[in-house]
Structures are given as C-alpha cells and as structure tokens.
C-alpha cells in the first residue's frame, strides 16, 4: 500500500498516517500511540479520515529555527536521568523508584526551561 502525502506551506512533503497527526498521543509502547479523536490505541502507519497534519510538521521547512545550547540539552538528560534515579536507604543496595512502586512525576519540559533559564539563561544559542 502506497502512503498518502502531502505539503506543509513551506514545501515539506508530509505522509499522512498516525505518525504525523495531530491527533496522536504517544504511549509507553513504541509500536502504538493513542488516537485523542477516537480514544483508541492506534499502530503509527495507520491513518482516518479525520487525520490533521500535526503543528510541528506545520511548521517544519520554516527558516526562522533556532538552535538549543548543548548545556540545556545536557541539563535536561541530566534532569530526566535523576527522575529515574534509583532510591534506597544507602545500606542495605538500592533498588529502582519502579521496583519499589514509588510514583516519580516527571517534570514538565515547561518546568526544566525555566529553570535552566533562571540559572543560566536562554536555551538557544545565540548566533
């Protein structure tokens, strides 16, 4: 079967299937993602009816991109490595927060900007 495409307005060939849809929500499977539309469990190549190219394919091909400093993008690793920390009481081995059924709340990427931002300011290098 032949994927269906499409253009982006700057030209940017798009195919059209769950993937790229603005609709989808990804899920702890690689292999699926969750329609918002439909309220369903989708495979990414599958495509409706009601697909709707998503905003970041909107905007790809867009010449005013700006480029993230390498110290925020180390600092986000860093930050999302030490939500997956291991917790224990230091003596007796230390075991995963999941091990433990502990609930880790991730920060948002909202959250880790403006933090990274108060302490060492903007996210883009300046060119």
């Known amino acids: 079967m032949r994927l269906a495409r499409t253009e982006n307005t700057f030209g940017i ?3 059209k299937l769950c993937a790229s849809c603005a609709y989808k929500d990804l ?4 292999s699926l993602r ?12 599958d495509v409706c009816e009601c697909w709707a190219m998503s905003e970041q394919l909107q905007l790809a091909g867009r010449t005013q991109g ?3 400093r390498k110290e925020y993008l180390m600092y986000l ?4 490595e030490d939500e997956r ?4 009481d230091g003596t007796s081995g230390m ?8 609930k880790i709340k ?14 060492h300011g903007s996210i883009y290098v300046n060119i």
């Open 66 to 68: 700006r480029v993230k």
């Open 13 to 15: 060939q798009v195919n």
């Open 85 to 88: 920390l291991r917790v224990g």
């Open 95 to 102: 075991a995963s927060a999941e091990q433990m059924g502990l």
């Open 27 to 30: 899920t702890r499977a690689v």
């Open 34 to 45: 969750r329609c918002t539309k439909h309220g369903k469990d989708v495979r990414p190549r």
């Open 77 to 80: 690793v860093a930050v999302r």
């Open 106 to 119: 991730a920060k948002s990427i909202a959250q880790v900007r403006a933090e990274f931002e108060r302490e």
